[in-house]
């Protein structure tokens, strides 16, 4: 049995819900009738679905008649994954034990397995190169091994000789790759998530653009803000709201009825005027505060400047919305979880302005902006970050590339008898 399968059912499995509930599910799960095609088999550690999105709708797109296997670990996003189209089937990963996993692939029969990002288990990788189905690791991002070199740097050449090809972010996660020693090719061809990004910002219709239609100043939204966040975003921004310099939507990670309650509070605390997205014709006061879902996106294409939440609280969500979207963006501190608001720190529009721009309080966030809207004319600035993100996009062409490859090398063995590898 795997040394983490015995770390969990020894340390975690009698303290976490989670795990309990992930085990749950994996024992009431069963598994697809035979598919008529041999599918293509995708997995995904619940988050990292969303560097799978642009792969499926991809793939759905040259063969939609290919049925889709989606296995994730977490139950977390279990229902995203089960409601995204083009994804036929999906279920929890079978235990990382052999017979489990074998009985798996014997009964889906996939034709090919695409791994997002770094969600690796040894016994099902191990089966997948047994079973000579051709593998590929994508959008994966790999730290150095300095730490306990050795005995990771086994570890890591284990897992990775299971794989076809690797598909790497960037040089450095290739080079890191690379120390390993292990013999599979490495190939660095950027991050599937940002076509994901773009393509959602290009297909985004749900947002009544009327409300913001006589707004006439540059527009800043704070997406996904937790309190911690608004603590520090209000205060920041109170004298140029109420001169009237900058408009702010407001759009809290969860707006729930307690969450929306305590902006209010603090709103009013300030003399700051407000009002609700769903119950505004064309917004007047200085604040929108949107208690619905699913627009964000959407938001960002209106805006100028925008923040991202969770930076002040535990760790920042993702910038690469606002990026995609053009917006000089700010964070807070907690915010090294996040690849991109660490590389965008360091990239300088035309106006020598930061794309990304940390800062530790109100008064670091108010001199800011307010250097921002010193500026001109920002549109340069917006042009430059865009085509930056445009830079990072096109990964999932590789990856499908790859996939029609061996699409059609499955297809001429099927009437040969030959083998993959």
């Known amino acids: ?79 995203q ?47 997948v190169k047994k079973n000579k189905i051709p593998s590929l690791l994508f959008s994966t991002t790999f730290r150095s091994i300095a730490k306990f070199r050795c005995i990771k740097k086994i570890y890591y050449n284990l897992l990775f000789n299971q794989f076809t090809n690797i598909f790497a972010v960037s040089e450095l996660d290739s080079h890191n790759i690379k120390e390993t020693n292990t013999n599979t090719l490495v190939t660095v061809y950027g991050d599937t998530r940002y076509d994901q990004v773009i393509l959602r910002l290009k297909n985004s219709h749900t947002l009544n653009e009327n409300i913001l239609q006589n707004v006439r100043c540059p527009i800043f939204v704070a997406g996904s803000t937790w309190p911690e966040d608004e603590e ?20 809290p990670h969860e707006p729930s009825i307690a969450h929306l309650k305590k902006i209010e509070k603090v709103l009013r605390k300030l003399d700051i005027s407000f009002e609700y997205y769903s119950k505004a014709t064309v917004l007047k006061s200085n604040v929108l505060i949107i208690d619905k879902t699913g627009i964000l996106a959407e938001l960002y294409t209106k805006a100028q400047i925008a923040f991202v939440g969770g930076s002040f609280k535990n760790k920042v969500h993702s910038v690469m919305e606002p990026l995609a979207a053009g917006l000089l963006t700010f964070v807070g501190p907690k915010h090294t979880n996040n690849r991109e608001a ?15 721009t940390c800062v530790q309080n109100a008064k670091d966030l108010r001199y800011n902006v307010e250097q921002i809207l010193s500026q001109e004319d920002l549109t340069k600035s917006h042009f430059f970050i865009k085509s ?15 996939a029609k490859k061996y699409y059609n090398i499955s297809r001429k063995n099927s009437l040969t008898g030959g083998e993959y590898w």
């Open 342 to 356: 660490i590389i965008f720190q360091k990239i300088l529009t035309p106006m020598k302005l930061a794309a990304v």
């Open 388 to 402: 930056e993100i445009s830079k990072c996009s096109g990964g999932t062409a590789h990856v499908l590339a790859w």
């Open 81 to 127: 994954i089960k409601k995204f189209s083009g994804v036929d089937f999906s279920l929890p990963l079978p235990l990382d034990l052999p017979n489990p996993i074998n009985q798996f692939i014997r009964k889906i029969n996939p034709q090919m397995l695409l791994v997002a990002r770094t969600d690796l288990w040894p016994e099902m990788l191990l089966a």
């Open 1 to 79: 049995m795997p040394l983490a399968i015995i770390f969990i059912f020894i340390f975690i499995l009698p303290f976490s819900k989670k795990i309990q509930k992930s085990l749950l599910l994996r024992k009431n799960e069963k598994l697809p009738e035979p598919l008529q095609q041999k599918p293509i088999w995708i997995h995904a550690s619940s988050g990292e679905f969303e560097y799978a999105k642009p792969v499926i709708s991809a793939i759905k797109k040259w063969q939609p008649d290919i049925p889709i296997v989606v296995t994730y670990f977490s139950p977390s996003y279990a229902e």
């Open 232 to 251: 520090v975003i209000l205060p920041a921004l109170d004298s140029l709201l109420k001169s009237e310099k900058i408009k702010l939507i407001l759009a």
